[in-house]
């Protein structure tokens, strides 16, 4: 049997958001090696809203599928499932995207306002510096925010795992979902078969009966038919020896 549509597009939504994570970790990678990310940037917002649009569209198909109870209640429920996890993870790649690229490329209004974001500040280049890299190095800074992107790196690339996980899950849960249903079409056939045989046995069994009803007439009437005839054939012989003994005595 053919692959549902459904399953079809959730597994190409499924690629796609393996692919965006894999194109996050590698703009990370060209921003620690101090390379252009302009372009990939670019592709993760349309990859994105690409994505977000497959999903509407899964629910939207998910749905219209459902109230036309074209699959069962279970299943429904377990696709939407699916939906639901698709865009959790749509939602950590997008926020993953977009706390990256903050902190890669701070915003002009933060630098122009020391990084209060309202009034005049007195040098517009001096920034708000947090509690964590405050009085370290420019090296240690930089070493900080490489560790910071490789533990992101390392939370994308077990998002990655997950995703591909649940990937595989889902085909594996479709092949069973096929197997079971042809296992159901067979036993749906047997039952059809055994029920006319059971319909034929019945009537053979009702004919019997009413051959062995009128069989058990015959044989009383014939019972009774040789019983008379008995009784008659006796009466004759005992006549006959009355007679014969008369003859004798005289």
């Known amino acids: 049997m053919s692959q ?124 708000n510096e947090s509690e964590e890299t405050r009085g370290l190095s420019f090296g240690q800074i930089k070493h900080h925010q490489q560790q910071i992107i490789e533990a992101q790196d390392a939370g994308l690339d077990a998002l990655a795992a997950v995703i591909s996980r649940q990937k595989q899950m889902g085909q594996e849960i479709g092949n069973e979902l096929e197997e079971q249903n042809e296992i159901i079409d067979d036993l749906a056939q047997l039952v059809d078969k055994t029920d006319s045989r059971i319909k034929n046995e019945t009537h053979r069994v009702k004919l019997l009966d009413t051959k062995s009803a009128s069989c058990g007439e015959i044989s009383a009437l014939l019972f009774y038919c040789t019983l008379v005839c008995l009784c008659f054939i006796s009466a004759h012989s005992v006549s006959d020896a009355l007679v014969t003994l008369n003859c004798i005595l005289i």
């Open 4 to 127: 549902d549509l459904w399953l079809q597009n959730y597994d190409a939504a499924c690629r796609l958001a393996q692919e965006i994570a894999e194109n996050i970790h590698e703009r990370n990678r060209q921003q620690r090696t101090g390379g252009n990310p302009a372009k990939l940037n670019m592709t993760l917002r349309a990859s994105l809203q690409k994505l977000k649009q497959n999903i509407a569209q899964l629910r939207e198909t998910l749905n219209q599928t459902s109230a036309q109870r074209r699959i069962m209640q279970a299943e429904a429920n377990r696709r939407q499932t699916l939906v639901d996890d698709l865009a959790t993870r749509e939602t950590r790649l997008n926020a993953s995207f977009k706390g990256d690229l903050l902190e890669a490329e701070p915003s002009r209004s933060s630098l122009m306002t020391g990084g209060s974001g309202s009034g005049p500040a007195g040098n517009p280049w001096l920034v």
